[in-house]
C-alpha cells in the first residue's frame, strides 16, 4: 500500500463527514474539515476540538514509519491519535480500504 498522506486523509475525512465512527476503545465521534484541517466532535461532548494541521501531518508521518493502530504510539505528536485511528478503522473497512485511488 502506499504511504498515507494528509491530502488522502482529508478526502477520507470529507467521505466520512455525517458518518457517525467510532475511536479504538469504542466511543462514538463525527469529523468534520475546516481551512483544510480535520476537527473531531466526540459524541459525548458535542464540542468540535483539534490540535491542527501541524499535529496531524507529524501523524501520517508517524502512521507511516510505525504503521499502528495504537494511540500510546502518538502521544508525542497528536493528542487526537484515538480520533484519526478511528478515521483510518473505518477507510480500512471501505471497499478498497485506504487505498489513494477510492473516494
Excluded at 39 to 47: D, E, K, Q, R
Excluded at 76 to 92: F, K, P
Aim: glycine fraction near 12%.
Amino acid at each position: 500500500m502506499p504511504p498515507l498522506t494528509h491530502d488522502r486523509l482529508l478526502q477520507l475525512a470529507r467521505r466520512a463527514e455525517g458518518v457517525t465512527l467510532h475511536t479504538v476503545t469504542g466511543r462514538p465521534f463525527t469529523v468534520g474539515i475546516a481551512r483544510e484541517g480535520l476537527f473531531f466532535t466526540p459524541a459525548s461532548s458535542g464540542w468540535g476540538q483539534t490540535d491542527g494541521r501541524k499535529a496531524h501531518e507529524r501523524f501520517v508521518d508517524r502512521y507511516n514509519e510505525v504503521g499502528s493502530l495504537r494511540p500510546a504510539d502518538y502521544s508525542r505528536v497528536t493528542r487526537n491519535a484515538s480520533y484519526l485511528i478511528g478515521l483510518l478503522q473505518w477507510a480500512e473497512a471501505l471497499p478498497g480500504g485506504i487505498s489513494p485511488d477510492v473516494g
